[in-house]
């Protein structure tokens, strides 16, 4: 089966709003490495947008998933519960950096995880209006869509979206915001928007994903739980990308002082497998009445199996340290690719959610076009990464944790040669 011929037939069978990246197909994978259908070999740095933390087909989640294919695969846990969902939302209210008892509601992605967050606020508040942040990604329903703070390509010809929803600046000092900036948006959306009175919950990634791994600053967060205390408003942390070691701790919110009322996770929760969760304070998770929250596959046993083995390599592998080393070691190679690269405008980390910002030298516009010639330069080496940011001009690093040190030095060869030539 050759590339070419399996493109021409997606193209034929599948609609293009279904944006595929590459023109490759995966045919097997294993930690760090992708094989194609025509036997290349690529070193993966994108790990489905941070969902393998704990890398492709750990032996321990493989594991996990075939002792729980031999159980049962499927009840509905609101039709018949199964003591694994329990233990799970047991050792994750125990990590969970919020105050006080806490509670977990499993889901199934990413998006619906934020969904049940607002439905959450909602409930416990009995306000309507919730504020998120340009630059923002949430995901592809039409709640989190309204969330989202960014218009192409995710709500280009879908609208309208829900009410109630108001985005503030993200504090970003690179493009001019400073932590001042993003307060005072959020005063002029209570003068001319809505009463902070009514508001449910602000919901913000401590690290923008999408929006270009932009790191909310420690000041901003205390300023932001402040003004949450202040009017009554919930903080709800969205931890779809940032969770499970990425940042250097399970939790990009154990970075800060100050503790959310909500976190949602999905990604790298059950290395790949589909599943989400809500974690919050026990009073603001009991809101809803039973049968308000919920899924037919919401907390699938197989991927609670997943999830299961996955926090226990975390922690075996000591995958928060070594986000942290290979995090460090990376910024450096970054910093000295910037004597030979002048298209570096900025290098963001938070220990290993790294990202290089491209502006044009010439112009000191953002660079988009340099952007992708990083890209297509590391591919054709056999390097695989991933663009974000609002115009495109930012490249993410999602490698693995568990990437062997040798082809984590040969990636970085690959990434040096890319940006120099």
Known sequence: MKNAELNQRRQQATPRGVGVMCGFYAERAENATLWDVEGNQVIDF?????VLNTGH????????????????????YQIVPYESYVTLAERINQRAPIDGPCKTAFFTTGAEAVENAVKIARAHTGRPGIITFGGGFHGRTYMTM????KVAPYKLGFGPFPGSVFHGQYPNALHGVSTQDAMNSLERIFKADIDPKQVAAIVLEPVQGEGGFNVAPAEFMQVLRTLCDEHGILLVADEVQTGFARTGKLFAMEHYDIKPDLITMAKSLAGGMPLSAVTGRADVMDAPAPGGLGGTYAGNPLAVAAAHAVMDVIDEEQLCQRAQRLGHHLVEVLQQARATCPAIAEIRAQGSMVAVEFNDPASGQPSA??????????????????????????IRFLYPLTIPEEQFTEALGILSRALGE
């Open 46 to 50: 994108a790990a489905g947008i941070a």
């Open 57 to 76: 087909r750990h032996p321990k989640v493989v594991a996990a998933i075939e002792q729980q294919l031999q159980a049962f695969t499927h009840t509905a």
């Open 146 to 149: 309204a969330l989202t703070g």
């Open 369 to 394: 076009e340099f952007t992708r010639q990083v890209q297509q330069k590391a591919l054709q080496e056999g390097l695989l990464l991933l663009s974000c940011g609002v115009h495109g001009n930012v």
